[in-house]
């Protein structure tokens, strides 16, 4: 067993009447890629968004290396600093270069000076292939550079884990693979990933495993090769063929 970076036990949320997660138990080990798959509503991104910490569980508890996040009286904004995470919208400073956003969290949240911050960002941007559109701004990079640089974004912060949240969602295809592309370089290289997305080529591929999500409940999870060729559950079997037919 290595070491597990972030976990949860019996995780469950709810907005006014509405139980988006109905118990959930998980762990993501250091150096593990794994992906999540489900339908519309069945509640992955609002997993993501607890497990990122940019929301609290209406029940259950969140472990990060090991401790209670909101039962040890630890530092939410420094156990957050630690946990990167990829939006479906990049959402980058328009008035900023690739540089300038990238550079940003280092400065703010982590303290560096300037020149420092700017080393890491140019690590960071080269790791995402966009070292020589450093000095761009976001209206004239595409899409999906714009995904790329909120990737480095990401990097530059040495976070423990990083959460992709439909990283690709917005793109077309060309654009998708350049996305998809970097995230694998980011697997092979061991960095922890948790990724909510539908791009089942990049699952199969590189994924520790694959969890399928439906109705606020993870209720199958496997192996790429087993999950995705022999369903066990009557639900995920439906979605595999609704979503690659053939399954």
Same mark, same amino acid.
């Given at each position: 067993?290595?070491? *597990?970076?972030?976990?949860?036990?019996?995780?469950?949320?709810?907005?006014?009447? /509405?139980? *988006?997660?109905? $118990?959930? !138990?998980?762990?993501?080990?250091?150096?593990?890629?794994?992906?999540?798959?489900?339908?519309?509503?069945?509640?992955?991104?609002?997993?993501?968004?607890?497990?990122?910490?940019?929301?609290?569980?209406?029940? $259950?508890?969140?472990?990060?290396?090991?401790?209670?996040?909101?039962?040890?009286?630890?530092?939410?904004?420094?156990?957050?600093?630690?946990? $990167?995470?990829?939006?479906? @919208?990049?959402? =980058?400073?328009?008035?900023?270069?690739? =540089?300038?956003?990238?550079?940003? %969290?280092?400065?703010?949240?982590?303290?560096?000076?300037?020149?420092?911050?700017?080393?890491? &960002?140019?690590? &960071?941007?080269?790791?995402?292939?966009?070292? @020589?559109?450093?000095?761009?701004?976001?209206?004239?990079?595409?899409?999906?550079?714009?995904?790329?640089?909120?990737?480095?974004?990401?990097?530059?912060?040495?976070?423990?884990?990083?959460?992709?949240?439909?990283?690709?969602?917005?793109? !077309?295809?060309?654009?998708?693979? @350049?996305?998809?592309?970097?995230?694998?370089?980011? &697997?092979?290289?061991?960095?922890?990933?948790?990724?909510?997305?539908?791009?089942?080529?990049?699952?199969?591929?590189?994924?520790?495993?694959?969890?399928?999500?439906?109705? %606020?409940?993870?209720?199958?999870? $496997?192996?790429?090769?087993? =999950?995705?060729?022999?369903?066990?559950?009557?639900?995920?079997?439906?979605? /595999?063929?609704?979503?690659?037919?053939?399954?």
């Amino acid at each position: 067993m290595g070491e *597990v970076v972030l976990a949860c036990e019996g995780l469950k949320k709810r907005y006014g009447g /509405l139980w *988006v997660l109905k $118990g959930i !138990d998980f762990e993501i080990e250091k150096g593990q890629t794994k992906v999540i798959i489900g339908p519309s509503g069945s509640g992955k991104s609002t997993f993501l968004r607890l497990m990122g910490l940019l929301e609290p569980p209406t029940e $259950g508890k969140i472990y990060f290396e090991g401790k209670d996040v909101y039962g040890s009286g630890l530092d939410l904004n420094m156990i957050r600093a630690k946990i $990167g995470f990829v939006f479906q @919208e990049p959402s =980058l400073f328009r008035h900023l270069t690739a =540089l300038g956003n990238v550079k940003l %969290g280092p400065k703010v949240v982590l303290k560096m000076k300037d020149d420092e911050a700017e080393r890491k &960002a140019l690590e &960071a941007l080269k790791t995402v292939r966009l070292e @020589e559109w450093s000095h761009h701004y976001p209206a004239q990079l595409s899409g999906g550079q714009q995904q790329r640089v909120g990737i480095a974004r990401a990097l530059a912060m040495d976070p423990d884990i990083i959460l992709f949240d439909e990283p690709t969602a917005s793109l !077309d295809i060309e654009l998708t693979w @350049e996305v998809i592309d970097v995230m694998k370089d980011l &697997a092979r290289r061991g960095v922890t990933m948790l990724v909510v997305t539908h791009e089942l080529g990049f699952a199969k591929e590189v994924a520790d495993e694959i969890l399928f999500m439906d109705d %606020g409940r993870i209720i199958e999870s $496997g192996p790429p090769e087993e =999950l995705l060729k022999n369903p066990k559950t009557p639900r995920a079997r439906e979605f /595999l063929r609704r979503l690659i037919g053939g399954v």
